[in-house]
């Protein structure tokens, strides 16, 4: 199956600063990648799909200007937290869809904004 | 959409005991489910799925049977282990490129 890796795996930073978080589909082109949100004991939450060479497609309530979506590569899509509050602490995790509906999912970024 | 639901929230088993966990889904289109497994702070884990052609699958001490009439699908896990512990998430999909709705999750803790 494909291995995603994401970066930074985990990241603190102060409010009203961006942040940018990386997915990268190692041995597999991802044309398509989700990036999902999971706060604590809550379940994954999609945000949004990143489609390479056009524009994401938002979930309804998913701030598109708040969270910024690049997908410049078959391989790589990035997700930027732009003015970051305290109530954008989650876990981010994006998946890549393999073969026969079968998702890969990155490990997840550890965001904590003070 | 999609609406996944799923119960119950929380579950506690002894250790050798069988643990089934229940979901329901709203859209017809939806024809693929997997189940995954997500310990704290690591990613989800597929542990099995099943697609709309087939009603029951089983791997190992791991079962998923699928009523499309009903549009329920269950996770069934035999001789449960301490090391069954963790978040099982339930989901559903239309298959291809779309997008995976997850239900709330369940908290399993197999006492020994």
């Known amino acids: 199956g494909a291995v995603v890796s994401q970066h930074p795996s985990r990241v603190i930073c102060k409010s009203g600063t961006s942040v940018k978080i990386e997915c990268r589909s190692l041995d597999f082109q991802a044309t398509t990648m989700f990036w999902y949100r999971q706060f604590p004991k809550q379940s994954l939450m999609l945000m949004a799909t990143s489609n390479e060479g056009s524009k994401a497609t938002y979930e309804q309530g998913v701030e598109k200007d708040k969270f910024l979506i690049n997908h410049a590569s078959l391989t790589l899509s990035t997700l930027t937290v732009t003015s970051a509050h305290p109530e954008d602490s989650s876990f981010y995790i994006c998946s890549v869809p393999g073969r026969q509906e079968t998702q890969y999912f990155g490990p997840g970024t550890r965001l904590l904004v003070l | 959409g999609e609406n996944v639901e799923q119960h119950p929230s929380t579950l506690s088993v002894q250790e050798g005991d069988s643990a089934v966990i229940k979901c329901t889904y709203s859209?017809?289109?939806?024809?693929?489910f997997p189940w995954y497994k997500q310990e704290l702070g690591k990613r989800p884990q597929l542990i099995i799925d099943i697609r709309s052609n087939v009603g029951e699958k089983k791997d190992q001490r791991i079962a998923v049977t699928l009523n499309k009439t009903a549009k329920h699908f269950s996770l069934h896990i035999t001789e449960t282990q301490p090391e069954d512990s963790a978040v099982y998430f339930c989901?559903?999909?239309?298959?291809?490129?779309?997008?995976?709705?997850f239900g709330i999750g369940t908290k399993l803790q197999v006492i020994p």
């Open positions: 859209d017809s289109a939806s024809n693929y």
């Open positions: 989901a559903a999909s239309s298959g291809g490129y779309q997008k995976v709705t």
